[in-house]
């Protein structure tokens, strides 16, 4: 049975809902005993693994307590664990896990550089596919018919592979998205809604690195279908899709009314379809994808972050009453947290899938960094995301903060708020969620509306530097307006972090500027990565932007040669 009909097979339509609601019912039964579910969890990935190179030279057998692991295991990041993880990638067994990795999850993190995240079959049974199916309860409960038929779901993130890249060893070394869980890990469940859709498979060929071609084939066949829901996860990449409607659209439109894809013959011609295409541009101008699919339902995306800047107008453009849930607080490395209901960005920590420790946000994070364990977090703080797990993560520092909302079932619940890295130019020590709320803070003074920002420290010869801030207004802002803003700005930046507000006050910063852009700069940005032959997953908002190549690319601004931008 091929993809298309496996979604189209009743029984398992409903084999997979009842599996989907089991493991929310199971996460939900967990909450009744968080901490009981934290030390069982320790106590199996210490058996299970207290064999192994990593789990000798630290003691695993002689480890009985959450602060007993504390003191064997620093604090650490891929850094730390790389040098193991690459001896796993070659081949040899039991180095971080007595259960061999049948494939390296790849993750650009914050630098761009691609990691090697051992995957193993105990890690997704324990820890990936509980939570993995629990994520997709809301929009299966709520909106059914996303599963109506297999071509009601727009997945953008799938992305097969037919020779994926391998380590040395010969595992595949591909993206989450990229993985066939079925045949790698004996789940043919776990496949994703959308995956049974007619694009799921191009029917043409085209290189594997033509990420931009793949996603306008994607589109071109999505046009001619009743697509009731968009699964992004990266948030950026939903954003684009209405921009790359309108780039594409002249090609769309024909391809539709000959029948081609990608300029090769693929189905009888539609005309009917495409001269319906052609009046809905016609009588609107710019096509949005609520004229293309006007039973849209739900989109399924991160939320927070910078996305929460743009995600209320960019969810318009699909429908008036389209939904937008939230996608799991999770990384290639692991889960952190599931949303389990409507919220619109929290999830509830996953306390059966790992062990977890948090640290403030504030602070840097180190070897030695005391952490709190669940229970001891407090609502609307931000901390440090630590990790251990069965598959061979201990005490891992994911580089992501994330932010208590509340604590419902006994267990708090979060939503990411952005990176671990800073930006400290002059001892402000900005961290992503801080300017995130610093930018809401004067948007909602103001009224006034972006579609994404991001900023840089800038340097100037006849002042101290300055924060420039790269926007892209909704509709044009008079410059009083912008002065306003930039005003507030300032003062919210200082209020949600103590060393920006000490350093404007000892002239170590200069008030921040603003440089207003076209409302598309960073969809163009964007589009210009993807085409460049990095993978949409991992093409991210960026606040931060120091490099000066990014920049550029961004703003059309060389900073070495604007170097005064700010007044």
Known sequence: MNSAEAWADPDRLRRYRERVFAER???????????????RVLADLLEFN????????????????LDDFRRAVPVQTYTDLEPWIERAAG????????????????????????????VTPRFMRTTFFPFYYAAWAPLIEHFPDVLASPDAVLNLKHDPLTDPPTTASGRPHVGASQVDFGAAFGEPLSAEPGTGAPWARLAVPVAADRHAEKMYLRLRLAVESDVRCVIGINPAMVAALPYQLNLWWPRIVKEVRDGTLGGLPHRPPNPDRATELERLAHRHGTVRPSHIWPRMRALFCWTTGLASLYLPRLRAEFGPDVAALPAPVAASEGPVGVALDRHSGAGSLVVNAAVYEFADADRDLGPDTATLQPHELETDRDYHVVFSHVGGLYRYAVGDVVRVVDHRGGVPRL??????????????????????????????ATGLELRNAACRVTESAHRAPGYTFAVAPRTEWRQDESDRFTALLDEALGRESAGYGTARTEGRLSAPALLP??????????????????????????????????????????????????P
Do not use: C, M
């Open 25 to 39: 019912q199971a996460l939900r039964t967990a909450f009744a005993d968080p901490v009981g579910q934290q030390r």
């Open 50 to 65: 207290a064999g192994t190179a990593y789990g000798k030279q630290h003691g695993f057998a002689r480890i009985r307590t």
């Open 91 to 118: 081949g040899e067994a039991d180095v971080l896990t007595a259960d061999r990795p049948a494939v390296f999850f790849t993750s650009s993190g914050s630098t761009g550089a691609h990691k090697k995240i051992p």
């Open 415 to 444: 939503e990411y708020t952005g990176r671990a890295n800073r930006s400290d130019h002059a001892g402000e020590r900005l961290r992503d969620a801080q300017v995130i709320r610093a930018l809401h803070s004067a948007l909602d």
């Open 517 to 566: 852009l076209d409302p598309d700069a960073f969809l163009r940005d964007w589009q210009a990565q993807v085409e460049s032959g990095v993978r949409p997953t991992q093409v991210k908002d960026r606040l931060f932007r120091q490099d000066p190549r990014q920049w550029a690319r961004l703003t059309g601004q060389d900073p070495e040669r604007h170097g005064a931008a700010a």
